[in-house]
C-alpha cells in the first residue's frame, strides 16, 4: 500500500461505503484503489475508501483518460469525431467525456454527471464542466464552420475581438467581429471551435 493510499483511507469515516469516484453505495463489495503519485485529482473524490467495480476498472485502464468518448449500460465508445458524436446522442442516461489534454482526470466528473437530458445537460470537458445546450450548440457550431471555411485561423475565433488587420485580412464584418468578443467567455464556443479538425 502506497502512502497516499493511506492518506485517503485515514480521512474515511467509519462505515461510509460509497464509490469514492461516483458515489455509489458500493456495501462490501467495493475495491480499494492505489493512487499513483501522479494522481492530483483528490478534490474530485467523494468520501469513501472504496470503489464500484466499474469506477476502479475506469481509474485503471488509461483509456477513459486518453479518449473522447461515451459509455451506455457499460458500452464503450471512443468518439473520434466529437462534435458530430454531439448530434448522434443515444437516448438517456449514458455517461460522455471529451478531452483535449488526454491526461487529466476528468472521466470522474464524468461519472457524478451522467447524462439524463439530450436539450441540456453538463458536458465534461478534462476538468471543467461545461453547461450544453443543444440549441445554443448547432447555432455556436455554425458560426464556427463558416468563419473556419473563409479561412479564419482558430486563433482568431478564440481570440475575442479581432484587430483591424485581421478584420481587413479575413473580410469579418463589424456585427462578427462583436461575436467573436461575446463568445470569448462561452466555454462552449471554445468547445465548437478546439474540438473541429481543421487548425
Ligand atoms: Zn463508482
Same mark, same amino acid.
Given at each position: 500500500m502506497d502512502l497516499k493510499l493511506r492518506k485517503v483511507r485515514v480521512m474515511v469515516k467509519k462505515g461510509s461505503e460509497y464509490c469514492i469516484f461516483c458515489g455509489v453505495q458500493v456495501f462490501k463489495d467495493g475495491e480499494y484503489v492505489s493512487f499513483p503519485e501522479t494522481f492530483t485529482a483528490y478534490q474530485f473524490l467523494q468520501a469513501g475508501d472504496k470503489a464500484c467495480g466499474r469506477c476502479a476498472g475506469m481509474f485503471r485502464d488509461p483509456k477513459f483518460r486518453r479518449n473522447c468518448w461515451l459509455v451506455k449500460v457499460s458500452v464503450f465508445t471512443v468518439l473520434l469525431s466529437p462534435l458530430s458524436a454531439l448530434f448522434e446522442l443515444p437516448e438517456p442516461p449514458f455517461l460522455l467525456y471529451f478531452t &483535449?489534454? +488526454? &491526461? +487529466?482526470?476528468?472521466w470522474i466528473l464524468a461519472v457524478q454527471n451522467p447524462v439524463l437530458s439530450l436539450d441540456k445537460f453538463i458536458l465534461v470537458v478534462d476538468e471543467d464542466k461545461i453547461l450544453f445546450e443543444h440549441k445554443k450548440f448547432e447555432e455556436f457550431l455554425a458560426f464556427s464552420r463558416d468563419l473556419l471555411n473563409r479561412g479564419v485561423p482558430k486563433g482568431v475565433l478564440l481570440g475575442g475581438m479581432p484587430n483591424p488587420s485581421s478584420l481587413r485580412k479575413y473580410g469579418l464584418s463589424w456585427p462578427e467581429a462583436v461575436r467573436l468578443r461575446d463568445l470569448q467567455r462561452e466555454p462552449l464556443w471554445r468547445v465548437c471551435v478546439d474540438f473541429e479538425r481543421r487548425s
Open positions: &483535449r489534454q +488526454k &491526461r +487529466k482526470h476528468g
